[in-house]
């Protein structure tokens, strides 16, 4: 912990007092699901932000994560804590294989771009036609509240358990950012061939980060099932959650530790606020997040932490010319 | 199995079909061989076009293939200022940045449509969509062989522009070697807007081939567009003449597939030749070597 901290633990302390202070339904339920999102983020970070390889379908392991924690606990009978761990080891089997198959290519940039897409709309196809995934018509867990399946009536329970898996993030991201990994990942995005003259693997480092992203973003997913109880192919492989996790982690700022939670807040509050004043206009909350998109990548390519530090960069110096002035 | 005669009409119904994903993957392979960006926004203003040929029927009367003397020009001014005004200055040169800013405008403009439109599917009035021709044993779709025709008509067309003319010669020149070009004389930004223009010019007409047979709401796009980056993988990314085979092969697949495997498992095949194209040869089979 160093005072660069600080913001961190007081934005995940004050969401975390929001279920004491109102028990209104709505909120719970924007707080858990923008959780959700930033944890899907938080896994396109990864990858991402710290490794520069831009996925468009983060959904594949969202998808996987969703689907593998529904069937297990519909057609095997598996208990929901367990079929939440399978669903986050399948997630990030499937993100090694995927990486495998596109790094090993040598694909990068719009290619790999590209290839990620299309895994997702092919996981996206066989979910909607295969029987084990129940189909067309989805998968519904059956409800049985009770800490032993992972199923909680109180909706303040999700906010903390979604709330949970976030910090671990955060302080995994952290940890990343100052360890070897972290660095060879850093350096492979920032020159591949670079960091290969310098003895970096560069293969296995990327291998590892989209794992590591994969596991992550399949949490996301898994956790999506036992709040929702409901899955299908759509929303698990659909392009709307692999481009969530994306514009949550650009808009809040790629690469940066509190980027995908500040990114997912600051949206989904925008959204809010949009259909607030627009009404039930639909898709008027998605206009202005491709705006935003658009908007980030011309004025603020850091996003919201990269302008926050360019603000308190200025500060300081303004701070220490008046000092010098007086 | 099925008899031969039942899967010939098929196929040759694919390569119809095929030849209208052709011209939408011809605007994106224009589009990447100039600029070398995958424009993600490439399906959606796809929709955009089908929604104002539906428009120029509806509110004001107009065939269909009359609709494409108006369509075409608009969408290539749209494209010009998409990419002089919001492309270019948003990305500041960078790959990566461009990618994002055409997926940006990608859910701006779908959601935008969706507004306007709401999800209800539409399509044009008339029975002229339901013609058929016979053609020595089989029975064709109409439209879709105008579809044909016309796209094959775009392409020489395009050809004779690239290779005959003043902006084709800048617009290949910029595709070789950009600094070089603005050496002599030649305002690159201005070529990147009217080949970002042709591109989706090519969507214009496009749109206004596929809707007498097809149908518009305000995802359609996303049909085609992992269609047409399919072919313009298949193709090799910046090929023309790819593009037109590949296209048509591709059209070709879907129909089998589609014979074989039903219509939701149908677009498996599009998806698998894209992800092994991909993985095995990325530079396609007419593509230079990147």
């Known amino acids: ?326 | 199995m099925y008899p031969p005669a039942i899967i010939a009409e098929a196929a040759l119904n694919g390569l119809l079909q095929g030849a209208v994903y052709a011209l939408v993957a011809l605007g994106l392979t224009l589009i990447y061989g100039v600029l070398h960006i995958i424009n993600f926004a490439h399906g959606v203003l796809l929709t955009a076009a089908m929604f104002a040929v539906w428009a120029a029927q509806t509110w004001l009367g107009l065939d269909p293939y009359v609709s494409i003397l108006i369509v075409a020009p608009l969408f290539f001014g749209i494209g010009y200022a998409l990419q002089r005004f919001v492309i270019g200055p948003a990305s500041h040169g960078d790959d990566g940045n461009i990618l994002l800013v055409t997926l940006g405008l990608a859910i701006a403009l779908e959601n935008g449509l969706l507004a306007l439109f709401r999800s209800d599917t539409r399509t044009l009035a008339g029975e002229a969509g339901f013609a058929v021709v016979p053609v020595g044993p089989f029975l064709l779709s109409q439209p879709k062989l105008v579809g044909f025709v016309v796209t094959l008509l775009v392409a020489a067309l395009l050809w004779l522009l690239l290779d005959r003319t003043d902006t084709g010669r800048a617009i290949r020149a910029v595709a070789k070697e950009k600094l070089g070009a603005s050496l002599v004389g030649i305002d690159v930004q201005h070529t990147y807007a009217v080949t970002f223009g042709l591109g989706c010019a090519c969507l214009g007409i496009a749109a206004a081939l596929l809707l007498p047979s097809f149908y518009v709401n305000p995802r359609v796009g996303n049909a085609f567009v992992l269609v047409a980056f399919t072919i313009v993988v298949l193709g090799g990314m910046g090929s023309i003449p790819g593009a037109l085979i590949g296209g048509l092969v591709i059209g070709v697949v879907e129909a089998l597939c589609g014979l074989y495997l039903g219509d939701s498992l149908g677009q498996l095949g599009i998806f698998l030749i894209f992800i092994l194209v991909l993985l095995i040869r990325p530079t396609g089979l007419f593509g230079a070597k990147a």
């Open chain 1, 1 to 326: 912990m160093t005072t660069k901290d600080w913001p961190t633990l007081l934005i995940v302390v004050a969401i975390a007092l929001v279920p004491l202070a109102t028990s209104a339904n709505t909120v719970l339920n924007f707080l858990v699901f923008t959780l959700i999102i930033a944890l899907a983020a938080q896994g396109w970070n990864i990858l991402g932000g710290y490794g520069g390889q831009f996925s468009f379908g983060h959904a594949a392991f969202f998808g996987t994560g969703a689907y593998v924690t529904a069937i297990l606990q519909v057609r095997l009978g598996v208990n929901g804590w367990a079929g939440f761990a399978l669903g986050i080891a399948a997630g990030a089997l499937i993100g090694a294989i995927i990486g495998y198959l596109s790094f090993r290519s040598g694909l990068r940039g719009s290619y790999f771009a590209l290839v990620t897409l299309a895994f997702a709309e092919v996981l996206r196809v066989v979910a909607n036609a295969a029987p084990v995934t129940g189909g067309a018509a989805g998968l519904l867990v059956r409800l049985e509240p009770g800490a032993a399946n992972f199923q909680f009536e109180n909706r303040a329970v999700f906010v903390w358990i979604a709330l949970a898996l976030v910090a671990g993030v955060l302080v995994l991201t952290r940890r990343m950012e100052q360890s070897r990994f972290g660095a060879q990942l850093v350096a492979v995005r920032e020159n591949e061939e670079a960091a290969r003259a310098l003895g970096v693997d560069a293969l296995a480092t990327k291998l590892k980060a989209i794992t590591l992203s994969a596991a992550v973003t399949a949490a996301a997913g898994a956790l999506y099932v036992q709040y929702f109880l409901y899955v299908d192919a759509g929303l698990a492989f659909g392009t709307w959650i692999s481009v969530e996790a994306l514009l949550a982690a650009m808009a809040g700022g790629k690469g940066t530790v509190l980027g995908p939670l500040v990114g997912a807040l600051t949206l989904h509050s925008l959204g809010e606020v949009t259909k607030a004043f627009a009404g039930r206009v639909p898709g008027i909350d998605l206009v202005i997040f491709g705006l935003v998109l658009v908007a980030v990548v011309a004025f603020a390519p850091d996003g919201l932490m990269g302008l926050a530090r360019r603000l308190r960069g200025r500060m300081r110096r303004k701070a220490v010319a008046s000092e010098a002035a007086a």
